[in-house]
């Protein structure tokens, strides 16, 4: 079922989507923990950038994930009936 999900046509595009999104969210949490200071983007080493782009990405990837794999759940049950 992990090649069909991963494989299927819009996958990759949506982890991508899913991924920029949690991408932004975050960083507007922690911009707002911050106080919105001007500071806060010159402030961060070069790990904190990579683990938010990794996080963003573990998140996306599982979001798009589940979308896609209850998806053709659904059209493997349709296709039964």
Known sequence: MFKRVVNYKGFWKGVLLHSCAFLVIQLL???V???FSTD???DWSLKI???L???SGIAGFG???SIFW???K???YRDKR
């Open 70 to 72: 209850r998806k053709l």
């Open 63 to 65: 979001l798009a994930y």
């Open 53 to 55: 782009l990794l996080a």
């Open 49 to 51: 950038y990579v683990f």
């Open 74 to 76: 659904e059209q493997d």
């Open 40 to 42: 806060f983007f010159r």
């Open 29 to 31: 949490v922690f911009w």
């Open 33 to 35: 923990g911050a106080n």
